[in-house]
């Protein structure tokens, strides 16, 4: 958009069929218009004219005023725009975005529709929208025939963009971010996930010239509320985790392979996928002593119908770090001892990876969620089963991270350590933070009843 628009007077040219010619630029760009008699000519020169002395921006690309470039794009429906932005976005956006947006579009599409419409087959248009109209990668071939008729069904329903900053189209269309097609209630993570992947659309939308302002910005619309501190009850303790760790070693096939990649989710407080990436490189791990893991990336599922190269995984730099950002995390000498055993036991990969599967492939997330689960069940008590206790192995990373809070260890190395911001830190592990600062009150007060019972003056001294 550019405020430097100048115009010129009115050409006449007799041998066209429309004589009469507006003539404008906009920052040095040429844009014309042709009439059939001077009295419009006069008339749209005029009106443009208004615009800009009102202070309105022009398109550069188009020549057109921000109002009359709004106009145009709100008569555009809800799913040609999401089809829009899906296709501007598409290819500088990692497969597993890809397949998030499209999950969060295809949840909240079905509902910016004419009031009282509703689509026969709800989970028919859902796979239609999700598997095919926000995957790129399936355009190159037809929809299939019950697809195709759902989407032609939504074509003839959905809203156009003009709708979408009326306040209760806005709304049922959110509230469908909060119930599954069965009804059952969503998770209050996914809703949140979801919002935001349209709130980014909504935001483009008005960069774009859709929309003045992002109508969800002064929606009064409350999502369910997300409980992002840890729950304590559900992080083992070192006692607990030694006894887990041990259970999956003694587990027959890939449990012991496994004994090592959980212990880095644990010791390390790694991520599964940066776990899986891990490489014999990234390792320092002397024979005495504390040892070093530098982190560099992770391994994600995306699925093949999502990556530009049909894989069903990719590598990502470190989360919300730079592409080259490294982590360098000590591990303690019992772990440096664990790594250097499953190096000598199963070797690596040609790749230098220190996990992988019996192809010597990535390890897979259901083949370790197994693994994990045959290990609580054969370790747990019942109690501590029912209260969810380590319920998946992410819970080793929020125990590694706990156990060095109440170790003492200033919160923000724990922070570094975990690749996190301190503001995430203090916010997820509010709880284990809390019970630190008990521990660092008791000190203090100890500490105060030495001097309070020595010689007199001893604190200022």
Not at 89 to 116: S, Y
Not at 366 to 378: G, P
Not at 387 to 406: K, M, V
Not at 432 to 457: C, K, P, Q, V, Y
Request: charge should be positive; glycine fraction near 8%; hydrophobic fraction near 40%.
């Amino acid at each position: 958009m550019s405020y430097h628009v100048r115009f010129w007077d009115i050409r006449e040219r007799p041998d066209r069929r429309k004589p009469f010619e507006v003539r404008w630029t906009v920052s040095g760009r040429e844009r014309s218009e042709s009439f059939l008699t001077k009295g419009l000519a006069e008339s749209r020169r005029a009106k443009l004219m208004t615009a800009a002395r009102d202070g309105e921006p022009f398109d550069v690309r188009l020549g057109l005023p921000a109002s009359e470039i709004r106009a145009l794009k709100q008569r555009t429906t809800w799913y040609s725009l999401v089809r829009e932005y899906i296709d501007q976005r598409w290819d500088r956006t990692p497969g597993n975005t890809r397949r998030t947006l499209a999950d969060a579009l295809a949840t909240i599409t079905p509902a910016l529709v004419e009031g009282g419409a509703a689509y026969r087959e709800p989970r028919v248009l859902r796979r239609a929208l999700y598997s095919w109209a926000f995957n790129k990668n399936a355009w190159a071939t037809e929809p299939r025939e019950e697809w195709q008729s759902a989407l032609d069904w939504l074509q003839r329903y959905t809203l156009p963009v003009s709708e979408l900053e009326e306040p209760d189209v806005l709304r049922r269309g959110l509230d469908a971010l909060c119930s599954k097609l069965d009804g059952n209630p969503a998770a209050a993570k996914t809703v949140k996930r979801k919002k935001a992947a349209i709130n980014e659309v909504f935001g483009v939308a008005v960069e774009r010239g859709y929309f003045a302002h992002n109508p969800l910005a002064g929606l009064r619309w409350v999502a369910p509320a997300v409980a992002d501190e840890v729950d304590p009850d559900c992080v083992p303790n070192p006692a607990q985790v030694a006894r887990l760790l041990t259970a999956v070693a003694a587990q027959p096939g890939r449990g012991p392979h496994l004994h090592a990649f959980f212990g880095c989710m644990y010791y390390a407080a790694m991520r599964p996928a940066e776990v899986i990436h891990l490489r014999e490189a990234q390792c320092r791990l002397p024979a005495t002593g504390w040892g070093l893991l530098n982190l560099k990336g992770g391994v994600v599922t995306a699925g093949k119908e999502w990556t530009n190269d049909g894989s069903s995984y990719e590598i990502h730099s470190l989360k919300r770090r730079a592409a080259k950002a490294t982590r360098p995390v000590p591990i303690p000498p019992s772990f440096v001892a664990v790594l250097r055993g499953h190096i000598e036991r199963f070797g690596v990969a040609p790749d230098g990876r220190l996990f992988r599967n019996q192809a010597g492939n990535y390890v897979d997330i259901s083949a370790y969620n197994v693994t994990w689960r045959r290990a609580r069940e054969t370790t747990l008590t019942l109690g501590e089963q029912a209260q969810e206790l380590a319920r998946r192995p992410y819970d080793l990373r929020h125990a590694g991270i706990s156990f060095w809070l109440a170790s003492g260890v200033d919160p923000a190395e724990c922070a570094r350590r975990a690749g996190q911001s301190i503001q995430v830190l203090f916010r997820y592990y509010a709880k284990f933070l809390a019970e630190a600062r008990d521990h660092a009150n008791h000190l203090i007060e100890e500490s105060m009843r030495r001097w309070d019972g020595g010689t007199e003056g001893a604190v200022g001294g």
